[in-house]
């Protein structure tokens, strides 16, 4: 009985150690689903906010679904994309090249109705407006961090981007603009809970197997 015990409690450490590593392979997303733009900016997901563990840096690519734009208004205090984090300085960041160019600030930065962002990305040779709109992915990496140092703000909310939405009229300038943004809730990841329940149903296979020989 004591073998029994003991197998099955090394089949569940070593169960447990594999579904956990090979979660932490994967990227954590989160939607971009609250539209606080001026007049409204469409239906919502916006866009994803996605973040990947890489050693002791954090990988982050923020993408914006067709037909979103970032854009530089007052509304994102000139920054296309804002975000908190603990333990961070704006020394950490570093963004992917880019066009047009960007580069990362320190806050607080208030974005409208989503409140203050300690930290955001920005288009330093941006003019205001649908003109200078942009929409490849903002993808940038923050070293000496952890997914878990990234933090809503007190208005709950973790990331926002200032968008154009040209859903009706082009970069014409007469589209809705302003903040959307989104809490600390991840897009649902069915290959992980696949993952986990393949895991653990090994478990409780191999744990009556066990019981039956036992028996």
Known sequence: ???????????????????????????????????LCTGGCGSPPFGTVTL????????????????????K???????????????????????????PGLVAAAGPFHMDGAGNFGFGINCP??????????????????ANATIADFVENSSEFAFAADIFSNNLNGLTGNGNTGVV??????????????LLGTGLAAVRVVGQRLKRRAA
Do not use: Y
């Open 73 to 99: 208004t007052g509304a994102g205090d000139s920054q296309a994309f804002g975000f908190n984090a603990n333990d961070v300085v704006v020394g950490d960041i570093t963004v992917d090249a880019h066009a």
């Open 1 to 35: 009985m004591r073998g029994m015990k003991t197998a099955l409690l090394i089949l569940v450490v070593l169960a447990v150690g594999w579904i956990a590593g090979a979660h932490s392979a994967e990227a954590v997303s989160f939607d971009l689903n609250v539209d």
């Open 181 to 194: 943004t989104t809490g600390l809730a991840p897009v649902p990841e069915p290959s992980s809970l696949l």
């Open 52 to 71: 990947l563990q890489n050693l002791s840096t954090v990988d982050v690519a923020v993408h914006l679904n067709s037909p979103n734009w970032f854009i």
């Open 125 to 142: 040779s941006c003019g205001n407006g649908a003109p200078d709109a942009f929409n490849p992915d903002i993808i940038f990496h923050v």
